[in-house]
């Protein structure tokens, strides 16, 4: 699966930003995106995941605040961020992974298939 991630940007705290995802190829049908975000000495953490069937999933860091949503083919993936804060300034990162067994919206899945990330800083 290819991926690539676009909307990253400068923007000040209360702010708004768009991530997109461009995926392609998939082999599968049941699979699953997620967004993912580090910030510079912190961990990988997982933000929100989206199934084929639309099934979502939201950390709490996020919850309210992001939407995750999908064109009906799952050829783009968007991460909808709005009162951002200046903790939320990191690389966002879009991931994929797929299975023949079927598929629930969670970060933890061996993804395999990652974006080269976009830049979200967000100024106090």
């Known amino acids: 699966v290819q991926l690539v991630e676009s909307g990253g940007a400068l923007v000040q705290a209360g702010g708004s930003l768009r991530l997109s995802c461009a995926a392609s190829?998939?082999?599968?049908?049941?699979?699953?995106i997620c967004w993912f975000r580090q910030a510079p000495g912190e961990e990988r953490e997982g933000l929100s995941c989206?199934?084929?069937?639309?099934?979502?999933y939201y950390s709490d860091s996020v919850k309210g605040r992001f939407t995750i949503s999908s064109d009906n083919a799952k050829n783009t993936v968007w991460l909808q961020m709005n009162s951002l804060k200046p903790e939320d300034t990191a690389v966002y990162y879009c991931?994929?992974?797929?299975?023949?067994?079927?598929?629930?919206?969670?970060?933890?899945?061996?993804?395999?298939?990652w974006g080269q990330g976009t830049q979200v800083t967000v100024s106090p």
């Open positions: 989206i199934t084929s069937d639309d099934d979502v």
């Open positions: 190829g998939f082999t599968f049908d049941d699979y699953v």
């Open positions: 991931a994929a992974y797929q299975s023949l067994a079927g598929v629930v919206p969670d970060p933890s899945y061996p993804f395999d298939d």
